[in-house]
């Protein structure tokens, strides 16, 4: 792999053509590496920077395993694959990373737990349930009280797939899922860890998250995190365990509960690039992409130095606008000092759709607070016709 990078004639197989595909390019495009997506969208946001872009299905055997094949080395940037393919093409001698056998434990919310509870990860009390019976019985059990969470163990991504069940009029999830305590969330924080084939590991500053209560959505993050050295401590170590127990090469973003009594417990985690690094790109010495290609390509890890605190807000379609999008207020954000603007290239937007970010530098997590608050007042994604 290196000898090929070396030779710049490295090509790069990604899974799909998203934002955080496009920014995964952005980076190889640095050391000179040829890219490949494959993703079902003709105007995906990678399209027009990916050297080929192969229009298909994901979740389809032949259509995963013949572009795999194609490739060097086959990464992805979300979890909902088809998992067989990926394994077919790890026992055929293809390169897959991060290994297929993980994402397939991850890809699933009911393994992922069983995992937490073999290796003595703290995470909140769970059950799996087949279906809406299963859920009544382990109610009539007393296993589970309302209001308690259920999450869809395969599929759900941006809150999708997860709801909290307040009483016996909520309407259930439909699908095998998963029942999860309701956590008294104090914080919700986010710690990327990387690691590469000779099993160094390095963590990215933890960050931490404000959700918008309507789309469920992250609102905004900032970084480094308000929370005490020990809790970084803490979740420094438990992300590099957790990393280490999947013997996973590449990149984890573990995200954490701290709770009401000040506990610190894993919610989840993907292996993947994450929006909770975005601002890296600006932000960190190495960016979160960057250190995925290091870790995937058997490099040494780049520094997670802090160049300065941020905040990271999502631009996400105004309510009431459909259609070909249109950015009001870019020039007047643009001349903010220390405001990076990252537009995916979504053509279409629609209310609370994810068009773009905005990373907002400053030497104070305050300051950006008040700068990133200005910048939402400004910056609207509207369409065309109304
Ligand atoms: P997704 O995979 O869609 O991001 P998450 O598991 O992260 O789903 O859940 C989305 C959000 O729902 C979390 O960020 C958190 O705010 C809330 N949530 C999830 N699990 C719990 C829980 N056990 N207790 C309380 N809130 C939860």
Redesign the pocket.
């Known amino acids: 792999m290196i000898e090929k990078l070396a030779n710049s004639s490295l090509k790069l197989g990604i899974i799909s053509g998203g934002q955080l595909g496009k920014m995964l390019i952005q980076e190889a495009s640095k050391w000179a590496i040829a890219t490949s997506i494959l993703d079902p969208d003709p105007d995906c946001p990678a399209k027009r920077i990916a050297t080929e872009h192969v229009e298909g299905d994901f979740l389809d055997f032949d259509t995963v395993y013949n572009f795999g094949k194609e490739v060097d080395i086959l990464t992805y940037e979300m979890e909902n694959i088809n998992i067989e393919a990926l394994l077919q093409l790890k026992k055929d001698g293809f390169k897959v990373v991060p290994d297929p056998e993980v994402l397939a434990l991850i890809q699933d919310?009911g393994l992922q737990k069983e995992f937490y509870k073999k290796h003595n990860i703290p995470t909140?009390p769970?059950a799996c349930c087949e279906n809406a019976d299963d859920i009544a019985k382990a109610i009539e059990d007393k296993e589970f009280t309302y209001p308690?969470?259920q999450?869809l163990r395969k599929g759900?991504?941006?809150?999708?797939?997860?709801a909290?069940i307040k009483s016996a009029e909520d309407t259930l999830l439909d699908g095998p899922s998963m029942l999860?305590?309701?956590?008294?969330?104090d914080k919700?924080i986010a710690i990327i860890v990387a690691r590469n084939e000779l099993g160094e590991v390095r963590c990215f500053p933890a960050v931490e998250?404000t959700?918008d209560e309507k789309t469920?959505l992250?609102e905004d993050l900032f970084c480094p995190a308000n929370i005490s050295d020990k809790d970084v401590k803490i979740a420094e170590e438990l992300a590099i365990k957790i990393i280490e127990k999947l013997e996973m090469v590449g990149l984890l973003a573990v995200?954490f509960?701290i709770d009401k009594n000040g506990e610190v417990v894993v919610?989840?985690v993907?292996p993947r690039p994450h929006n909770s690094g975005h601002h890296t790109i600006e932000s960190v010495l190495t960016s979160q992409l960057e250190q995925m290609l290091r870790a995937i390509l058997g490099l040494p890890l780049g520094s997670t130095k802090l160049i300065m605190p941020s905040v990271m807000l999502n631009l996400l379609g105004e309510e009431g606008h459909t259609g070909q999008v249109r950015y009001e207020g870019l020039s007047e954000v643009l001349a903010m000092e220390g405001v990076k603007v990252h537009l995916y290239g979504k053509q279409q937007t629609r209310p609370s759709r994810k068009m773009g970010h905005v990373t907002v530098l400053c030497p104070t997590v305050e300051e950006a607070f008040e700068k990133a608050e200005k910048v939402k007042n400004i910056l609207k994604v509207k369409s065309w016709q109304k």
């Open positions: 919310k909140s769970f308690f969470v999450k759900g991504y941006d809150g999708r797939g997860v909290v999860e305590t309701m956590v008294e969330i919700e998250m959700f469920n992250v995200e509960f919610n989840e993907a």
